[in-house]
């Protein structure tokens, strides 16, 4: 704990405002807010920036990319839902809307699963054997599996697959390791907070899943 006190008197402002902006971000977005993605931006952009300049998480760095430019899609996909966008529906538009479940989250099939799984594997290892021939990269293979199956996660997470949020508590298990590896103590006690946030997130839609089915039934 000591160590980690001393670490973080001595973290940059950079690397602060990437924590901070990250947090602000999981808040915002479990508070269902738009602004949420402008935050991610940031935080992207300067965790980014550290993975690459300091840390030599090189396929981290190409994943912070990602994510930016999934805030941007997030934020053209959470302003269509917006109050705004919702007045300029039809009244047919929201009594059809009524009838329907409270949400469409589903369950990862099996063969969804063995995809995500061998792509994330077989693409993280290629990522890898790429980064780490051209690249002075630090824990390379773990690096490489966790951007793929983050990226893998992300777009789980869109499609609404009710277990995307367990592949983040193993992702982001494995990032706090990855980042205590390569003293980034301040991005490992984030993870561990990430991991709280997936369980959390988890947890809540199985809730929302077992609501739909409860109106499924009734109807």
């Known amino acids: 704990m000591e160590e980690l006190f001393t670490q973080a008197a001595n973290i940059g402002a950079v690397e602060w405002l990437a924590t901070l902006t990250a947090l602000v971000y999981v808040y915002l977005a479990a508070r269902d807010n738009n602004w949420c993605w402008l935050f991610a931006a940031v935080s ?3 965790w980014a920036h550290q993975s690459l300049v300091v840390y030599r998480l090189v396929s981290d760095a190409l994943l912070q990319v990602f994510y930016l430019v999934m805030a941007g899609v997030g934020i053209y996909r959470w302003r269509r839902g917006s109050p705004e966008a919702a007045a300029e529906s039809t009244l047919d538009d929201l009594a059809i809307a009524n009838t329907q479940p409270d949400s469409d ?3 990862m099939t099996g063969r969804e699963h063995l995809l995500t799984i061998g792509i994330g594997i077989l693409g993280g290892i290629l ?6 021939s051209y690249t002075n990269a630090t ?20 499609a609404r697959r009710l277990e995307n949020w367990l ?14 590896r390569s003293g980034a ?3 490992a006690l984030l993870m561990v907070i990430y991991v709280v946030m997936a369980v959390y997130g988890y947890r809540n839609w199985r809730g929302l899943l ?8 009734a109807a």
């Open 210 to 217: 077992a609501v739909d089915r409860g109106h499924e039934a």
């Open 127 to 132: 990522l890898g054997a790429v980064v780490g």
């Open 105 to 107: 989250i589903v369950r």
């Open 185 to 187: 103590l301040l991005f």
């Open 44 to 46: 992207a952009t300067l």
């Open 167 to 180: 592949y983040w508590v193993v992702i982001d298990t494995a990032y706090v390791f990855i980042y205590l």
């Open 139 to 158: 824990s390379t293979y773990a690096d490489a599996i966790t951007t793929v199956l983050s990226v893998m996660a992300t777009f789980l997470l869109i």
